[in-house]
């Protein structure tokens, strides 16, 4: 395969200007981006004195994000893609797998004839910690099933990851279930960009626990939605108790769009993404995350589960 060409550049953030302006340095699809949070009523509930440096940060994320994380999240939905093929299929552990979940849907709508796995192989699943050990094997089947996948067929579980506190829960449940993480510190689940041991990020040479890397990464790219601790019964079908509603709107306006940006940067691809550029796009991520100063300011507060 021919190298890819993607349109993405680097760039610095530019500023907005008091008229929601910016300058000549981003793209259509950003400046349309842009037009759209400036237009979005999130940005309404803001008091008007704070709309300015609230969607200046909001497009600042939403720029880091589409430079430095998407090139690293498509990558990983694009190796998942791959490796899952026509024989497996692939459900997304809410609410950190939502980017590479975004991101595979892109791809695979964008390149219908590379992908083998079928869009209605990629699921999107409620498998927070209270929610799989406050329920049944039985429960968690039911709901599964509801949402399209089926537990006895050959499944990737992907997740942003770390230690693996849900693997247990996960095989009880599935008959052939296998797990995947960004970054995984368990050595049975492979990790895309970082395993612990032969690919280990500078970033994260100060541990896990506490870490500001492990929340930008887990929790800026978890969504719009809360956390679900158990399933309920809603008619005839099992549905996890998500928390709507949850954020103040400077908050959410980040979470909404920081999620976009994987979405556009696929759009900005003329072809899939060569597995070749993992390597550089990792570093590249890496060595952004290594300045806390490139992010700590665009953070979402960390909320557990």
Partial sequence: ??????????????????????????????????????????????????????????????????????????????????????????????????????????????FPDYYKTMPEKLSYAYFTRKLMRNSTTEEIREYVTGLGINPDEPTLVADIGMFGSIQYEIARCFADAELRYLISRNWSIPGYLDDGSEMQMRALDKGIMGNPVVHFMEDTFSGPTGSASRLVRQGDKLVPDVEYGVYEPKELLKRVYAIKAFEDYVAEYDQPPRPGAALEANAKLDEFLCNVQNFQHLMVPHISG
């Fill in 1 to 110: 395969m021919s190298p890819v060409t993607h349109k993405n550049r680097t760039h610095e953030v530019a500023p907005i200007d008091r008229e929601g302006g910016v300058n000549d340095r981003v793209s259509s699809i950003e400046q349309s981006r842009l037009d759209e949070m400036l237009a979005d009523p999130i940005v309404s509930n803001i008091p008007l004195a704070e709309q300015h440096e609230a969607v200046s940060q909001a497009f600042e994320l939403y720029l880091k994000t589409k430079e430095f994380v998407a090139p690293v999240i498509v990558g990983f939905a694009d190796e998942l893609l791959r490796e899952a093929g026509d024989t497996k299929q692939i459900v997304f552990a809410a609410r950190d797998g939502l980017g590479p979940y975004v991101a595979a849907q892109a791809l695979r709508q964008k």
